[in-house]
């Protein structure tokens, strides 16, 4: 059973430009998560997935993020016009389809470090 | 919303030592998951313990759900150890974890 990955893991780009990461969870996990982590802090959710349909937005998702996953399987981050308080590490994380009740253990991938410049 | 304090924020300990963790939250929760964050950055399972103990070669880990807090043991410290503890939880009916601020462990060869 191969983990969550991520692609890319590192981006350096310049402020403006638009940078696209994709996640591809632990297959058949149904539920699949955006966190983002800056220097010194634990990680913070963004959105998450259930199936295709986003269910739940953070309001630190400003409308430049946008996020998809248009089968139900991988999921793409988009940000669009990057500022330099983007720079952070972006994590995925994907957890089984479970019962009421059930175990909801969330399994992470190695994440995208993104540095805007 | 739900807060997590993990204490200590720094441990710098000899190589064999051991070690406790705590974290502590201030509403009850559907899980309690612990993490160990490597130096690329890379989040590893530890436990997932949303109560009683587990245990896991030389780590181990206790929640008290009724008390809101969790404690992570490191036996035998090794280098290998080093890195960022985080403790994170899911209050009943949310699907965001929220992480605690880390314990940096340092263990000295």
């Known amino acids: 059973d191969t983990g969550v990955s991520q692609d890319p893991r590192h981006k350096i780009t310049k402020r403006g430009q638009n940078v696209t990461f994709r996640c591809d969870p632990i297959?058949?996990?149904?539920?699949l998560y955006w966190y983002r982590q800056t220097l010194g802090q634990g990680p913070e959710f963004l959105t998450y997935f259930q199936n295709e349909a986003q269910l739940e937005k953070s309001r630190l998702l400003s409308d430049r993020f946008s996020a998809e996953r248009p089968k139900g399987s991988f999921s793409t981050l988009e940000i669009q016009r990057t500022e330099q308080g983007d720079s952070a590490m972006y994590l995925c994380?994907?957890?089984?389809?479970?019962?009421?009740?059930?175990?909801?253990?969330?399994?992470f991938g190695p994440g995208t470090r993104l540095t805007v410049l | 919303g739900i807060q997590v304090e993990q204490s200590p924020p720094d441990l710098i300990l000899q190589e064999g030592a051991n070690s406790t963790l705590r974290c502590n939250f201030s509403d009850s929760v559907n899980n309690l998951q612990w993490f160990h964050q490597n130096p690329w950055g890379q989040l590893i399972n530890l436990f997932y313990i949303p109560s009683g103990t587990k245990q896991n070669g030389r780590l181990s880990a206790t929640t008290v759900a009724t008390e809101r807090y969790s404690l992570l043991y490191i036996s035998s410290s090794q280098t290998t150890d080093s890195g960022v503890y985080f403790c994170a939880v899911l209050p009943f009916g949310n699907e965001k974890l929220t992480f605690g601020t880390g314990t940096r462990l340092t263990i000295i060869p």
């Open positions: 297959s058949e996990h149904n539920r």
């Open positions: 994380a994907s957890s089984p389809r479970r019962l009421a009740g059930g175990r909801n253990e969330q399994f």
